[in-house]
């Protein structure tokens, strides 16, 4: 496997934590980047949007 | 490199390099894979790229 003896110079208790820690503040860092930086998540997670769309059309009937 | 049970700085022999590093592109697969589904999902449901 290649890089497979990578755990021979890099201790594993230092080096599994940094590899996990850099995926998940990767990861974080740019679910953060989508939420501040738009404006259709906090109204998609706000819900009721295709009811609150569709009554205006009920009450034009 | 020839010795198969010479024990490097870390402690570990290369077997147990190797064995610890299966794992952890096991585990790395499975993640990746979850996280295809949900963006996969988040796609279909959210207006993201939409």
């Known amino acids: 496997m290649i890089y497979g003896k990578i755990w021979c110079v890099v201790k594993p208790s230092v080096g599994i934590p940094l590899f996990l820690s850099a995926v998940a503040i990767g990861s974080f860092a740019v679910h953060l980047a989508l939420v501040t930086n738009t404006t259709w998540v906090k109204d998609f997670l706000q819900g009721g949007q295709k009811t609150a769309a569709a009554q205006p059309q009920a009450v034009k009937k | ?50």
Do not use: C
Not at chain 2, 4 to 21: D, F, Q, R, Y
Not at chain 2, 30 to 50: C, D, E, N, Q, T
């Open chain 2, 1 to 50: 490199m020839a010795d198969p049970n010479k024990v490097w700085p870390t402690g570990l022999t290369e077997a147990e390099s190797e064995e610890i590093h299966r794992n952890l592109i096991q585990g790395t697969q499975i993640f990746g894979m979850i996280a295809v589904l949900a963006h996969l999902l988040a796609y279909i449901y959210s207006p993201w790229l939409h």
